[in-house]
């Protein structure tokens, strides 16, 4: 599949520059060689000795990460390569290379490059379509998502309206995420049809987005007869989408305001969070809306509430103070977290400090809120968190130790997440690497 998915050369020439300049390091020839307890050892030893700084991160992840696509085997490497996702254009050539194979791993690797819009959909489709030659439809049912992705141009409209029918719900979401690509006002029907009656929650959830991407009017009240039948996930997607640029003003703002004056709960949130971001008539109203959330009694729908409500405003930091000491624990970090993450001109220093403080403290336990706590002061650069962080690194909790490296990484602290490059996990291994690599 070279042919078809193609790396790119210089990426490849810097990343053997990069490798080269490190080839002597032990770490490095045990990342290349897969052996994880002596790269274990010799980060530990290099990171003690002050050896190992961030490019050496960097290479060491990448070596990973590359040596992870090359070993992938079906089924478990196919979610393996998922969490490449994020980090998929400092590995285009690993990925393009082992696109060129023929097993389920090798579509896998095929689509992340088609997201990433490192892949052309034409060659996509051709390589779909020649791969599939003589295959059963159940082997075919990947190859057909992948095609089916690629079905972006207007050219392919009526195939992919099709697809957003097809019996394979990756089939269907793939269909769905090419006509948000497509923008092509023809798939108007098809997506209202399946935002309406897809059996799949992601299915129905990328058809709302898609048809209030389209915008118009048509979109705008079909979507208000799909609120009467939506669960509240629902309900908060097609609020997003009546604040989309083409529907807010073609009866958007309209349904917008009709629903913070006539729902409750989440759905209203989601109406006043989508009216303010939006800006305009009835932005007042829902911040009051949202006030009036804060001070409810139903705890999800405060912390929902608290961090869709607009700092720049008076009234909404009022609301904050008054709930910063809540009994409510989960309400009360809410608050705190809000603080701290938010814009140092949206706070007051003081009060922001307070709220770092606060964090610290609760950070020290173990419990679930104290991981939260430990990731909102990393994100906020909160340097007093590094030695917590580093002990969550050898927490016997997947997400707990992949939260610690990555809170690690936003300190500026590559060094000491890459310790869990050696993780005897592959999942953790690939998501630490992606964080490094992400990070530069």
Known sequence: MHRVLSGSILAGLLSLATVIGCASSASIRAAEAGRFDELRR??????????????????IARAIAEGEIARATPPSGVDLLREIRTCARPLEDALA??????????????????????????????????????????KNAALRALETRALVASADGAVRRSRMLDGDQEVRVSALRAAIAAADPSDRGALLEAAR????????????????????REVVLALRDIWTLSDEPGREAIAEAWAAPRAIGDGGRAQLLWAISTERGAPAIAAARALVRVGGDGAGEAVSVLL????????????????????????????????????????????????????????????????IAWLMKLASGTSTRAVLARGALARAGVRAAVPLLERDLRSREIPVREAAATGLVELGESPRAALLLADAVPQVRISVACAILGAS
């Open 292 to 355: 009036g959330a804060i001070r409810a009694s139903q705890s999800r729908d405060r912390i929902y509430a608290i961090l869709s409500a607009p700092l720049e405003d008076r009234a909404v930091r009022s609301a904050l103070l008054e709930a910063k000491d809540d009994p409510d624990h989960a309400v009360a970090f809410a608050v705190h977290a809000r603080y701290v993450d938010a814009p140092p001109h949206t706070v007051a220093a003081r009060e922001r400090s307070t709220a």
């Open 197 to 216: 009656l897809d059996p799949y929650p992601l299915a129905r959830t990328l058809a709302i987005r898609a048809a209030g991407a389209l915008g118009g």
């Open 42 to 59: 010799a980060l530990n030893d290099e990171l003690r000795r002050g050896a190992l700084d961030s490019d050496d991160a960097r290479a």
């Open 97 to 138: 290379e082992r696109a060129a194979g023929s097993d389920a791993v090798t579509t896998a690797a095929a689509m992340i490059l088609l997201e990433a819009g490192i892949t052309d959909p034409e060659r996509v489709k051709l390589y779909a379509n020649d791969a599939a030659a003589g295959r059963s439809p159940g």
